[in-house]
């Protein structure tokens, strides 16, 4: 049984560019979260999506923006990239809202 | 929303010895609190978890205890040993934001052997 698969593992971007991470959930699971993790903290919660929609979202600018399939497997997009948006992407899934969150291994992100 | 404070950011034990990481949560909504292990080069992964209408929870070596009054929660690995070397994040959350996790900033254990 897979659990949170993400794509890519690395990615090395420009300032100014645009990104897209993608995210399959553990098999079973409908909703999917997307965190950001910078070197040496917590994870940050940037937002969360169920039923094709985003349900919450973190302290996060518009530059971020998500998407959810009917299959249940996510994209985060990040747009206008800044030097501040190197960090581990990390996605993690759960069925339903009141229950265990799994991670996957994370996305590593570097603007230069 | 949320704040959640973990102590000590680094621990390093003898193998055998025992291990505790202490948090602290601000709001008094929080009911739901899990605690996740990451590696080196992995993502976080949940080993114990507990819920506010108990005050402990075991499982095999690790072991978290909740102070709702308080408003913090303890995460206890008796007999450590060299594999359980690695970064410990707690978490705190409530329905209130969809379950979404406000993690403490992580306490790197290193066990000796």
């Known amino acids: 049984d897979a659990g949170v698969t993400q794509s890519p593992t690395h990615l090395i971007k420009t300032r100014g560019q645009q990104v897209t991470l993608r995210c399959s959930p553990k098999?079973?699971?409908?909703?999917v979260s997307w965190y950001q993790q910078a070197l040496g903290q917590g994870p940050q919660f940037i937002f969360q999506?169920?039923?094709?929609?985003?349900?919450q979202r973190g302290n996060f600018p518009d530059r971020f923006s998500g998407h959810q399939f009917p299959n249940y497997s996510s994209e985060l997009n990040v747009n206008a990239l800044l030097l501040g948006d190197s960090a581990l992407y990390l996605c993690a899934s759960r069925t339903g809202v009141n229950s265990p969150l799994h991670f996957g291994n994370g996305t590593r992100l570097t603007v230069t | 929303g949320e704040n959640v404070e973990q102590h000590p950011s680094t621990l390093s034990v003898q193998e055998g010895d025992s291990a505790v990481i202490k948090c602290t949560y601000s709001?008094?909504?929080?009911?739901?609190f899990p605690w996740y292990k990451q590696e080196l080069g992995k993502g976080p992964q949940l080993i114990i978890d507990i819920r506010s209408n108990v005050g402990e929870k075991k499982d095999q070596r690790i072991a978290v205890t909740l102070n709702k009054t308080a408003k913090h929660f303890s995460l206890h690995i008796t007999e450590t040993q060299p594999e359980d070397s690695a970064v410990y994040f707690c978490a705190a959350t409530n329905s209130n934001s969809g379950y979404a996790l406000n993690f403490g900033k992580g306490t790197s254990l290193l066990v000796t052997p």
């Open positions: 999506y169920y039923e094709e929609e985003e349900r």
């Open positions: 709001d008094s909504a929080s009911n739901y």
């Open positions: 098999s079973g699971h409908d909703t």
